[in-house]
């Protein structure tokens, strides 16, 4: 079983930043890929971006070129700097983990979402 514990959530204006953290623990069986997902009020949950162990990344098409994702493989932590973020950016985020198991296949492991609030 994998915990997920965010920080960095928080209220911004247009244009600013922030930087979202995901700390992994409590798996003795490898991380494959983490990630951030969001949900907006009324909206369904939307993958943000993806890394997996080997580094390779994946974005949403609405933050390319403003987030950034990265990893640091040996913490098992996952960061997403936000940068020139906008108030459709505004929703709660979510950290997700993958293992992929012999035998059970793909596991998803979530955190317990941080609101990103962006608003003058």
């Known amino acids: 079983q994998v915990q997920l514990v965010e920080s960095g959530g928080g209220l911004v204006q247009p244009g600013g930043s922030l930087r979202l953290s995901c700390a992994a623990s409590?798996?003795?069986?490898?991380?494959?890929?983490m990630g951030w997902y969001r949900q907006a009020p009324g909206k369904q949950r939307e993958l943000v971006a993806a890394?997996?162990?080997?580094?390779?990344?994946n974005y949403a098409d609405s933050v390319k070129g403003r987030f950034t994702i990265s990893s640091d493989n040996a913490k098992n932590t996952v960061y997403l700097q936000m940068n020139s973020l906008k108030p459709e950016d505004t929703a709660v985020y979510y950290c997700?983990?993958?293992?992929?198991?012999?035998?059970?296949?793909?596991?998803?492991?979530w955190g317990q979402g941080t609101q990103v609030t962006v608003s003058s």
């Open positions: 409590g798996s003795r069986f490898s991380i494959n890929a």
């Open positions: 890394i997996t162990s080997g580094g390779t990344t």
């Open positions: 997700n983990a993958v293992q992929i198991r012999v035998v059970l296949g793909r596991l998803d492991y």
